[in-house]
């Protein structure tokens, strides 16, 4: 059996409003700061547990497999399953959103971050050897550093991602602009103030995604050097 939403076309519900906007900037300007605060620091978070996880499956070959496995079925469990999981242990608010949206991002910076320490080159490390370096000072100094494409392709995917999965954090009163967008719903389906929390996302994620890339081309001048050449 399947379900539809029907509504007739309304002249007076149109899906995009200046009026709305101007008369609701202060809650609009709330549930942006919020949802781009939420984005920031679950990114930090998902960063923060996502390398050295990356690093421990490049240095000890033998936990990558469990270490993508586990990323994976956390990858794999429906938000709104994981979100009434947690809230029982985590309570309702910011840190259960905060907890779920980080778990999301585990897997695509992970892998991308593995896949980064994995193509620097042989002799690249075994230079690095000869020279006197360290286990950590390779990685500091060398591995990384050339890591770093990989680390910021799978840090703009998460980031990305996350902006839409906050939206999600409605359930436990933390959705940011998702607030909008399920009082859109509840408003008897007021269409400018879902279009409104939609439009937003899709530009908070996009300005991350180029503010992302800009930091690329700052931390890897030696990829732009190779592309002029």
């Not at 547990?49 to 956390?74: C, D, H, K, N």
């Not at 690095?128 to 360290?134: D, H, L, N, P, S």
């Not at 839409?164 to 269409?191: E, S």
């Not at 929390?197 to 991350?208: E, K, N, Q």
């Amino acid at each position: 059996m399947s379900f539809r939403l029907s509504y007739r076309a309304d002249p007076g519900n149109p899906w995009f409003s200046w009026q709305y906007v101007r008369d609701n900037s202060d809650t609009i300007l709330t549930a942006l700061r919020e949802h781009t605060s939420l984005t920031v620091r679950a990114v930090l978070i998902a960063v923060l547990i996502a390398v050295p996880l990356a690093v421990a499956a490049y240095w000890f070959r033998a936990l990558s497999g469990p270490i993508l496995a586990v990323t994976g079925v956390l990858y794999t469990i429906p938000s709104l399953a994981l979100f009434a999981f947690l809230a029982p242990y985590l309570g309702i608010g910011v840190v259960t959103v905060l907890t779920v949206v980080a778990l999301y991002a585990l897997l695509v910076i992970v892998r991308n971050a593995l896949a980064g320490l994995t193509q620097v080159p042989p002799e690249v490390r075994e230079a690095a050897e000869g020279m006197g370096y360290g286990r950590w000072g390779r990685l500091f100094r060398i591995e990384l550093p050339l890591a770093i494409p990989g680390i910021l392709t799978g840090l703009r995917l998460a980031t990305v991602s996350t902006v839409a999965l906050v939206t999600v954090g409605v359930v436990v009163g933390r959705g940011g602009l998702g607030q909008l967008i399920f009082a859109g719903f509840q408003n008897n389906f007021y269409k400018a103030q879902i279009m409104t929390g939609t439009l937003l996302c899709v530009l908070l994620a996009l300005v991350f995604d180029l503010a992302l890339a800009g930091v690329g081309r700052l931390l890897t001048p030696w990829l732009r050097r190779r592309s002029a050449a």
